[in-house]
T-cell receptor, first 110, second 115 residues
Framework: QQKVQQSPESLTVSEGAMASLNCTFS??????FRWYRQHSGKGLEVLVS????GEKEEGRFTAHLNRASLHVSLHIREPQPSDSAVYLC??????????FGSGTKLTVEP | EAAVTQSPRNKVAVTGGKVTLSCNQT?????MYWYRQDTGHGLRLIHY???????EKGDIPDGYKASRPSQENFSLILELATPSQTSVYFC??????????????FGPGTRLLVL
């Protein structure tokens, strides 16, 4: 079973400053990684899916995958207070079964 | 975008009682999933289904049953609820596209409190 760990547990940034979130996983054979966002009391919203080493950009959100280092990151450009949420990393090592990290709580201060 | 709804949104149950959580999706996805979310654990998979009539055990199935009577509906059943099952439960649905790149779409969650 995949182990997925996220860091930091919480992060506070100022509006407009880059926010960087990290995720490490235990098995480098997977080729399917997701970043989700969860606003308080809401469901999960997929932000970026990445399937090969390198970068994948979706608007202000950029994921960077390095399977050799067992690491995937999410960078949020020009974060807004509305981006304050919990960000979840997920890995799909098996067909359609996701393993999640415990999340990073991001607070963006005006 | 896929629409996944859950009911009830909030539920208080007594220990030993039966609880049924319902999920409905309107995008004709084959796969549906039930997760629970607890502080410090992220989301953990309880049961999933590949289509009507099928249910599969996830990582933490003990104490839970699942039912998929139709393409649209997937239920999670707690026959004898316990306080340890107090959690937020999420349903998700996803396409089956023959690749590993399918996306899961999540419902808004159900908060369950077992007293």
């Amino acid at each position: 079973q995949q182990k997925v760990q996220q860091s930091p547990e919480s992060l506070t940034v100022s509006e407009g400053a880059m926010a960087s979130l990290n995720c490490t996983f235990s098995d480098g054979t997977s080729d399917n990684f997701r970043w989700y966002r969860q606003h308080s009391g809401k469901g999960l919203e997929v932000l970026v899916s990445i399937f090969s080493d390198g970068e994948k950009e979706e608007g202000r959100f950029t994921a960077h995958l390095n399977r050799a280092s067992l690491h995937v990151s999410l960078h949020i450009r020009e974060p807004q207070p509305s981006d304050s949420a919990v960000y979840l990393c997920a890995i799909m090592p098996n067909y359609n079964v996701l393993y999640f990290g415990s999340g990073t709580k991001l607070t963006v201060e005006p | 975008e896929a629409a996944v709804t859950q009911s009830p949104r909030n539920k208080v149950a007594v220990t030993g009682g039966k609880v049924t959580l319902s999920c409905n999706q309107t995008n004709n996805h084959n796969n549906m999933y039930w997760y629970r979310q607890d502080t410090g654990h992220g989301l953990r998979l309880i049961h999933y289904s590949y289509g009507a009539g099928s249910t599969e055990k996830g990582d933490i199935p003990d104490g839970y049953k699942a039912s998929r009577p139709s393409q649209e509906n997937f239920s999670l059943i707690l026959e004898l609820a316990t306080p340890s099952q107090t959690s937020v439960y999420f349903c998700a649905s996803g396409d089956v596209g023959g690749s590993n790149q399918d996306t899961q779409y999540f419902g808004p969650g159900t908060r369950l409190l077992v007293l």
